[in-house]
């Protein structure tokens, strides 16, 4: 609403609230000498039945409200906060309904500290308030609808335990792609510990001793090499990891990237090897021996879950560590996660749970 239409209403003296103190700032109205501004994003794990006080310095100075998460607020029952926000957000028409649902939540800050907070805490509210009034830069692509048609699995698992049922809920819980990737891979990471488990129980420890000593030694060694061993004990059925893999061709820039310049010394594709491979078009078995990619020393057997390890440690590196050193990806390259590490180690993880 206008300042003029805000008055008018006021006349009437049917408001809610008494209404007073109206002026203009920065395109928003302050009424009763707050200003609202809306919120985008907002933490979950916040109670949105309170009204969470806002302080600076230990000064109370402004008001974090919740009347998105109401399902439709009667206009004449409105808190003063409440109907604060209506005035900013609603138009003269809706005034007249009896009911209205708001489209965003607020921060209520007090008039006299409206421009320190614009200057100093308004952009970095995600960090020390757990908000966002403004997006930045494009929204991910995966809280978009994912056109799925079809869902399709040619195994069956194994049933999970506590923990496992607990990584794969927070899994489907999360909106963004890089942290449900992280939930994936914190799954798989419960595997090594299992893996390690069930490899020394299936032994026979008065005459296995030394074979226990041996698997207890090469598990002090690296993560990336524990997945390695975990893929390369689990995942046998090349076709379907192929057919995942394959989904990188699209993404050749961010691959080459994150797993030729921002690989190490152990990457199992040399950028030679890489470039022929996605010159080619596919990766297949075919492709892979024609390339001599894999030979006599270097099987598919033993290629395969080298690339597949490396690959995925590397997507769980760039996302996790987030730091100079590593491929440091941006919302823009999440379609790269969704269409394609997403879909890998979810075929890496039904294989390690098949029955």
């Not at 040619?154 to 939930?183: C, G, S, T, V, W």
């Not at 190490?264 to 890489?274: G, V």
Request: proline share 4%.
């Amino acid at each position: 609403m206008t300042i003029n239409e805000i008055n008018s209403l006021n006349k009437t003296g049917n408001t809610p609230v008494t209404v007073s103190n109206i002026q203009e700032i920065d395109e928003l109205i302050s009424v009763n000498n707050l200003v609202p501004i809306k919120i985008l994003k907002v933490n979950q794990s916040y109670n949105q039945e309170n009204v969470i006080d806002l302080r600076f310095d230990d000064y109370l100075q402004g008001y974090l409200i919740f009347p998105k998460s109401k399902e439709r607020i009667i206009i004449a029952e409105m808190t003063e906060f409440e109907f604060i926000a209506f005035l900013n957000e609603a138009n003269l028409d809706e005034y007249n309904l009896d009911e209205y649902k708001f489209k965003y939540n607020y921060v209520l800050l007090k008039e006299s500290f409206y421009f320190t907070y614009k200057e100093h805490y308004l952009k970095t509210s995600p960090l020390w308030g757990g908000f966002s009034h403004n997006l930045e830069y494009t929204e991910p692509s995966s809280i978009l609808l994912n056109n799925v048609l079809e869902i399709n699995t040619n195994y069956k698992l194994k049933d999970f335990d506590r923990y496992e049922y607990e990584n794969a809920i927070r899994a489907i819980e999360q909106p963004y792609a890089f942290e449900r990737f992280l939930k994936l891979y914190h799954l798989l990471e419960l595997q090594f510990d299992y893996h390690l488990i069930k490899r020394i129980k299936s032994l026979n420890i008065p005459e296995n001793s030394n074979r226990i000593g041996i698997l207890l030694n090469d598990y002090s060694r690296n993560e990336q090499d524990r997945l390695h061993d975990l893929i390369s004990f689990y995942c046998s059925d090349f076709s379907p990891l192929l057919n995942s893999l394959e989904l990188v061709i699209p993404f050749r820039t961010i691959a080459k990237d994150m797993f030729i310049r921002f690989g190490n010394s152990n990457k199992p594709l040399t950028e030679i090897k890489f470039d022929c491979l996605f010159d080619s078009g596919n990766i297949n078995e075919s492709t892979l021996d024609s390339l001599k990619i894999t030979n006599s020393n270097n099987p598919i057997e033993t290629f395969l879950p080298k690339l597949i390890s490396f690959w995925i440690y590397r997507v769980r590196c760039s996302i996790a560590h987030n730091k100079i050193g590593e491929y440091i990806l941006s919302w823009e390259d999440e379609n790269f996660i969704t269409d394609f590490a997403e879909p890998l180690i979810k075929e890496v993880l039904n294989q390690c749970f098949k029955k």
